[in-house]
């Protein structure tokens, strides 16, 4: 009984995906719930499994192809492995010289020697003499057919992605080597992003910087009491972070909004997405209802994000929506930058790393823990004073914790 193995059914934000990477081959034995084949849309990576057991019959998209919906990917033939094992040695020395008798009888001199100096098989060669004998003239017309049509555009699907290149020049200093391959769906669609949000936004980015011990402080008194009480869940900075722009998104609602045409959708709660780095881009998946959550439930969300993120495993439905974006670029060493905006959001908050530097207190020069914070909201919709606002109530909330809990 052939079961026919589809494409997962794509929601409506996603038009089509590819084919990145098949596991098994026509023919391969496959266990119930084993990978098969993955597929790479716009936005995450899905694995399609086996439904039972059985063998894969014949495969329909080859990799790189572009499927839609719900596509014929391939067909399973149920039950255990019909696939046929390896012939014994001997079968096989048979079969060879089986082959090399009859490639004799088929083949003059003048013709063994043409195939012979051009490396061909003669299976691909249709003979005219008696018999189906290949002749001189045969060999001749196929080697001048096969020139007229280059092997590299007859083996290559038309829907197959580009195969990877790699340029070699001499320069002064020896080799000079370029390696071109084709752009991932994935990191095809990230650019159209970024480049949609430069040109369909007013981008502005506000910067302040906040003093970190009072968090630090916090954060090295109960780190091992905390890790011990919540199962394993380690004490970061994105927490705080995180329930710092709750707050203040409650406090400027236009932050927390989206522009949708000449709309203005102004959103009663705060789904926080999280900006993730991957090999295959950044994605950023979203922790709903940050509002109502602990610091810990935050804390362990973002740990199985990133580790989700990391092997594929994210869902669409985890990269859907998003009122807020907070991404840290300090875990890489970044002092300053600017993030950009993730549509159709109107603000992200960008963390950056911790850097010890002399500031004035009270008139005196103390040596503090410093972090460069970054907003970058649309123009459009939200004035320079509610930015610096938002901004310096995030500030405010880190620099005196306890006031994320009393919600002051």
């Known amino acids: 009984m052939s079961i026919e193995i589809k494409a997962p059914a794509f929601p409506e934000s ?6 990145a990477a098949w596991h098994k081959s026509e023919g391969d034995a496959v266990s119930r719930d084993e990978l098969i084949v993955e597929i790479e849309t716009d936005k995450v990576v899905l694995e ?9 019959e014949k495969i329909y998209a080859t990799e790189g192809a572009t499927i839609e919906s719900e596509q014929l990917l391939a067909t399973l033939v149920e039950g255990k492995s019909t696939a046929l094992s390896s012939p014994p040695a001997q079968v096989t020395a048979a079969i060879s010289a089986v082959t090399e008798e009859v490639s004799a009888e088929l083949l003059g001199p003048a013709a063994r020697l043409l195939v012979d100096e051009h490396k061909l098989d003669i299976n691909e060669i249709l003979g005219s003499g008696k018999n189906g004998r290949i002749t001189k003239e045969d060999i001749l017309k196929f080697i001048k057919t096969r020139k007229a049509t280059p092997a590299a555009e007859s083996s290559v699907p038309e829907n197959a992605a580009p195969a990877d290149r790699e340029l070699t020049s001499v320069g002064p200093s020896g080799e000079r080597i370029e390696r071109r391959i084709p752009m991932t769906r994935m990191r095809a669609r990230i650019a159209e992003r970024l480049l949609d949000a430069s040109n369909e936004t007013a981008m502005l980015s506000t910067f ?22 919540h199962n394993g869940t380690r004490l970061g900075f994105m ?14 609602p236009a932050v927390n909004a989206s522009v949708d045409g000449n709309d203005i959708v102004y959103h009663g709660y705060q789904d926080i997405g999280v900006a993730v780095s991957t090999e295959g881009g950044l994605v950023v ?3 709903r209802d940050a509002d109502f959550m602990s610091l810990a439930d935050i804390e362990a969300a973002i740990r199985d994000m990133g580790l989700r993120a990391k092997d594929n495993k994210l869902t669409i439905e985890d990269m859907t929506g998003g009122t807020f ?6 875990v890489f060493g970044s002092l300053l930058s600017t993030p950009i905006l993730n549509p159709p959001q109107t603000g992200i908050l960008g963390m950056h790393k911790i850097q010890e530097r002399p ?3 009270d008139g005196q020069v103390v040596i503090l823990p410093m972090m460069y914070l970054a907003l970058t909201y649309d123009h459009r919709l939200i004035d320079g004073k509610t930015a610096v606002q938002f901004l310096v109530a995030i500030k405010d909330l880190i620099e005196d914790p306890a006031r994320i809990l009393l919600q002051l």
């Open 359 to 361: 500031m004035a207190v």
């Open 14 to 19: 996603i038009a089509d995906g590819e084919v």
């Open 48 to 56: 399609v499994v086996a439904p039972v057991d059985g063998t894969i």
């Open 208 to 229: 302040n910087e906040v003093n970190m011990a009072p968090v630090m402080a916090l954060r090295k008194k109960y780190k091992e009491q905390f890790e011990k009480t």
């Open 239 to 252: 927490g705080f972070f995180v329930k710092a722009a709750c707050e203040a998104l409650k406090r400027f």
């Open 325 to 330: 974006t907070v991404t840290n670029g300090g």
């Open 285 to 287: 998946p979203v922790m």
